[in-house]
């Protein structure tokens, strides 16, 4: 037997491989002059698995991150071991660059005025308007009219550049970074230095009822000259207009869409749309065209009830004002979308002045011409005759119980209008819904900004009241504080006029009272019917103070009993299923319920 013993040893003496050739460049593209740097981790080949890396640089130890590095170079510097012992130092330096563009803020629309020399000098600094840099101070900024050029500063203009010319004015970094805005200038002959025959268009802009309108903007397309703002009568005038060009006059006005807006032009929308009273002008007709589609419908209602309800800021479809070329004769003033009626002015070839360039302002939506062209003209109704009183009893609670507000109008007859608008503190009350009265529907109101404590109600019917006083509709809140009403609740005639229209159109005044409380919660209340309209079924609900025999009595139009119930019931909630076959036919139909001595109306609508 021989036996042999050997020991290997086997030595690992080579050290690791580390590439560290990343790129050295690290550039800023926030607003501030640092940035927060994180140093890339190298590739290492070695024969052990485990290797550890030894971060030292100017930064700091390790691989960051480091906060709010400015810009310069870092040394850094990679140790890498493996187990055996052996190591590998790989240096690079790193440098934070700034790598954000300044931020050029210019003067557009500048006019500059031939000189007797037949030229004017114009400056880049004269479109200086703040420009900045997250690194450059502002007074070590480049300014000029070339990227690379920074010794382009000034430009001569002659009678060869008289009107519009646009140039680039370029701000630049001490990084070299560049950005730049374009600008318009506009060089003048007023003086008749060139000897030019220039022009000028001028015109009226004026609502049908013959008001001048105020700010609109006149923009003439071919000349790029900054648009012109009507004056206080609805004048403008454009001049220095070079003969022989082609130019195209486009007005606009879009601010105050709810400028002339109110709840009697849905009437008046809704008497064309029914044939009971066509608007009697074209311009009205297009005013009614809300939602911009040449068609007059309920849709128009639609969209038109929600601006002043304050559901909707603008009309999504249209603009505040359309303008109508005023020389247009529409061929059927009935219809006026029968054929398109010029909403700008065309001149070609222009080779004299123009002194009738004249425009019909149509306010959208304004069926009645009282809306506010300029700053002297009215911008309220015509009030006339005894106000309508809005009277709300001055209830107390606590928090945490269900507060219903009955709000009751008084003078209320021949009326067939009206529109205000509630504020109340939405820390104190939260808003749950609008029980609707007898002549009323949930579309008569806003609660889109219920939230913020604001209320919108806009009411109208074709049949004026016959009735002195009556319950308009009652607000149902949960108390989140402890609290009194009138404390809380107040019209806001600055959300939206307080008014009251006789079926004339003449505007009322509307006044705001409180009356010693009485408890509603004592009184029976024939709640809201869900779903209104209905097809299959629908839920009759009530609140009972108190046990006590209750009908539910519901008639069609002509006062036809069609269907009845009967029963004695316990104080609380009750809800009373109800087929849609119970009922004849779809339509109109009213629910009477009677319990004790109070009496409420629902409206209902079956469809098919």
């Given at each position: 037997l021989w036996e042999y013993q050997q020991t290997i040893k086997?030595?690992?003496?080579?050290?690791?491989?580390?590439?560290?050739?990343f790129s050295p460049f690290v550039k800023l593209t926030e607003p501030f002059c640092y940035d927060t740097v994180t140093?890339?981790?190298?590739?290492?080949?070695?024969?052990?698995?485990?290797?550890?890396?030894?971060?030292?640089?100017?930064?700091?130890?390790?691989?960051?991150?480091?906060?709010?590095?400015?810009?310069?170079?870092?040394?850094?510097?990679?140790?890498v071991v493996d187990n055996c012992g052996n190591s590998t130092i790989c240096e690079f330096t790193l440098q934070v660059l700034d790598g954000k563009k300044p931020s050029p803020v210019c003067v557009n629309g500048i006019v500059a005025e031939v000189m007797q020399t037949g030229m004017v000098p114009i400056w880049v600094s004269m479109f200086e308007a703040g420009s900045f840099d997250n690194c450059t101070a502002s007074e070590d900024l480049i300014r000029s009219f070339s990227q690379y050029d920074y010794t382009d500063t000034v430009r001569f203009y002659t009678c060869d550049e008289i009107g519009?010319?646009?140039?680039?004015?370029?701000?630049?970094?001490?990084?070299?970074?560049?950005d730049f805005c374009e600008i318009t200038i506009f060089i003048q002959d007023n003086m008749n230095v060139c000897n030019l025959d220039l022009l000028s268009v001028a015109g009226l802009v004026q609502t049908e009822e013959i008001e001048g309108v105020a700010g609109v903007e006149v923009?003439?397309?071919?000349?790029?000259?900054?648009?012109?703002?009507?004056?206080?009568?609805?004048?403008?005038?454009?001049?220095?207009?070079?003969?022989?060009?082609?130019?195209?006059?486009?007005?606009?006005k879009t601010d105050d869409p709810v400028n002339g807006v109110t709840t009697y032009d849905l009437a008046l929308l809704t008497k064309h749309i029914l044939g009971v009273q066509p608007l009697d002008s074209p311009y009205k007709i297009i005013a009614a065209d809300v939602n911009h589609s040449e068609t007059i419908t309920t849709l128009d209602v639609v969209e038109l009830r929600k601006l002043i309800l304050l559901l909707v800021d603008d009309f999504p479809n249209n603009t505040s004002w359309r303008f109508v070329d005023a020389a247009f004769i529409f061929p059927d003033p009935a219809d006026p979308f029968a054929t398109p009626f010029p909403e700008v002015l065309n001149f070609n070839n222009l080779s004299a002045d123009v002194s009738n360039a004249d425009f019909v302002a149509v306010k959208v939506g304004d069926l009645n011409g009282n809306a506010q062209a300029n700053a002297s003209a009215s911008a309220e109704d015509r009030q006339s005759g005894t106000p309508l009183l809005l009277t709300a009893p001055d209830l107390s609670w606590r928090a945490g119980e269900t507060v219903i507000v009955p709000l009751r109008g008084s003078?209320?007859?021949e009326l067939s209008a009206y529109q205000f608008a509630l504020r109340f503190d939405p820390?104190?009350?939260?808003?749950?819904?609008?029980?609707?009265?007898?002549?009323?529907?949930?579309?008569?109101?806003?609660?889109?900004?219920?939230?913020?404590?604001?209320?919108?109600?806009?009411?109208?019917?074709?049949?004026?009241f016959n009735v002195q006083e009556a319950d308009l509709f009652r607000l149902r809140f949960t108390a989140l504080q402890d609290g009194r009403l009138s404390d809380l609740l107040r019209l806001d005639r600055t959300a939206m006029p307080a008014l009251g229209y006789a079926g004339s159109g003449m505007a009322r005044e509307v006044e705001w009272h409180f009356s010693a409380a009485t408890d509603e919660s004592e009184q029976p209340l024939l709640l809201p019917v869900r779903p209104n309209p209905f097809r299959d079924q629908l839920e009759l609900q009530f609140l009972l103070p108190a046990p006590m025999p209750v009908s539910l009595t519901i008639t069609d139009l002509s006062g036809k009993v069609v269907w009845q119930w009967r029963g004695e019931q316990a104080a609380g909630h009750h809800r009373i299923a109800l087929s849609g076959d119970e009922l004849p036919d779809a339509g109109i139909y009213f629910c009477r319920m009677e319990a004790g001595e109070v009496s409420n109306v629902q409206r209902l609508v079956r469809i098919k």
């Amino acid at each position: 037997l021989w036996e042999y013993q050997q020991t290997i040893k086997v030595v690992d003496n080579t050290p690791p491989e580390v590439e560290c050739d990343f790129s050295p460049f690290v550039k800023l593209t926030e607003p501030f002059c640092y940035d927060t740097v994180t140093l890339p981790y190298p590739m290492i080949t070695d024969c052990s698995p485990e290797v550890e890396v030894f971060v030292q640089s100017d930064l700091g130890q390790g691989f960051g991150p480091f906060l709010e590095v400015p810009l310069g170079a870092y040394d850094v510097s990679y140790t890498v071991v493996d187990n055996c012992g052996n190591s590998t130092i790989c240096e690079f330096t790193l440098q934070v660059l700034d790598g954000k563009k300044p931020s050029p803020v210019c003067v557009n629309g500048i006019v500059a005025e031939v000189m007797q020399t037949g030229m004017v000098p114009i400056w880049v600094s004269m479109f200086e308007a703040g420009s900045f840099d997250n690194c450059t101070a502002s007074e070590d900024l480049i300014r000029s009219f070339s990227q690379y050029d920074y010794t382009d500063t000034v430009r001569f203009y002659t009678c060869d550049e008289i009107g519009p010319n646009t140039l680039e004015f370029w701000v630049t970094d001490e990084a070299g970074n560049a950005d730049f805005c374009e600008i318009t200038i506009f060089i003048q002959d007023n003086m008749n230095v060139c000897n030019l025959d220039l022009l000028s268009v001028a015109g009226l802009v004026q609502t049908e009822e013959i008001e001048g309108v105020a700010g609109v903007e006149v923009n003439v397309s071919g000349n790029q000259a900054p648009p012109y703002l009507t004056l206080a009568d609805g004048v403008y005038a454009i001049s220095n207009l070079p003969p022989g060009g082609d130019y195209t006059l486009v007005p606009s006005k879009t601010d105050d869409p709810v400028n002339g807006v109110t709840t009697y032009d849905l009437a008046l929308l809704t008497k064309h749309i029914l044939g009971v009273q066509p608007l009697d002008s074209p311009y009205k007709i297009i005013a009614a065209d809300v939602n911009h589609s040449e068609t007059i419908t309920t849709l128009d209602v639609v969209e038109l009830r929600k601006l002043i309800l304050l559901l909707v800021d603008d009309f999504p479809n249209n603009t505040s004002w359309r303008f109508v070329d005023a020389a247009f004769i529409f061929p059927d003033p009935a219809d006026p979308f029968a054929t398109p009626f010029p909403e700008v002015l065309n001149f070609n070839n222009l080779s004299a002045d123009v002194s009738n360039a004249d425009f019909v302002a149509v306010k959208v939506g304004d069926l009645n011409g009282n809306a506010q062209a300029n700053a002297s003209a009215s911008a309220e109704d015509r009030q006339s005759g005894t106000p309508l009183l809005l009277t709300a009893p001055d209830l107390s609670w606590r928090a945490g119980e269900t507060v219903i507000v009955p709000l009751r109008g008084s003078e209320l007859q021949e009326l067939s209008a009206y529109q205000f608008a509630l504020r109340f503190d939405p820390a104190v009350l939260w808003l749950q819904e609008v029980l609707p009265g007898q002549r009323s529907a949930a579309e008569d109101f806003g609660l889109a900004r219920a939230d913020e404590g604001l209320f919108t109600a806009s009411w109208f019917d074709l049949a004026p009241f016959n009735v002195q006083e009556a319950d308009l509709f009652r607000l149902r809140f949960t108390a989140l504080q402890d609290g009194r009403l009138s404390d809380l609740l107040r019209l806001d005639r600055t959300a939206m006029p307080a008014l009251g229209y006789a079926g004339s159109g003449m505007a009322r005044e509307v006044e705001w009272h409180f009356s010693a409380a009485t408890d509603e919660s004592e009184q029976p209340l024939l709640l809201p019917v869900r779903p209104n309209p209905f097809r299959d079924q629908l839920e009759l609900q009530f609140l009972l103070p108190a046990p006590m025999p209750v009908s539910l009595t519901i008639t069609d139009l002509s006062g036809k009993v069609v269907w009845q119930w009967r029963g004695e019931q316990a104080a609380g909630h009750h809800r009373i299923a109800l087929s849609g076959d119970e009922l004849p036919d779809a339509g109109i139909y009213f629910c009477r319920m009677e319990a004790g001595e109070v009496s409420n109306v629902q409206r209902l609508v079956r469809i098919k």
